[in-house]
């Protein structure tokens, strides 16, 4: 499946952004789509996860009530929902598609196919 993620921007420290991951060439259907980012010199780490068939969803501790991640069946597309943003949340933010099991959601390795990252800066 193709990604394409977008949404990204700048905003200062404590506003909001919603990133989108649209699939292209086939459904989401039976797969988990996550959501990482990467810091310039730091390894690509886990953010969110949502299992598109019954919307089990997985967050890191970072971001865990700041943060939500959705699905809109209709559009064929996951959203991140960002709140209270912090300067650390400065990243790339990819998408990803694939079928790790509900444990193995933060695996980077697990996932197949990867859309292009969105930059996203907030600012102190």
């Known amino acids: 499946v193709q990604l394409q993620a977008s949404g990204g921007g700048l905003v200062q420290a404590g506003g909001s952004l919603r990133l989108s991951c649209a699939a292209s060439g086939r459904s989401f259907r039976n797969y988990v789509v996550g959501w990482f980012r990467q810091a310039p010199g730091k390894e690509r780490e886990f953010v969110a996860a949502i299992k598109w068939n019954g919307g089990t969803t997985r967050y890191a501790d970072s971001v865990k009530g700041r943060f939500t991640i959705s699905k809109d069946n209709t559009r064929n597309t996951v959203y991140l929902q960002m709140n209270s943003l912090k300067p650390e949340d400065t990243a790339v933010y990819y998408c990803?598609?694939?079928?790790?099991?509900?444990?193995?959601?933060?695996?980077?390795?697990?996932?197949?196919?990867w859309g292009q990252g969105t930059q996203v800066t907030v600012s102190s």
């Open positions: 990803a598609a694939g079928s790790p099991i509900l444990s193995a959601y933060d695996q980077t390795g697990l996932y197949r196919d």
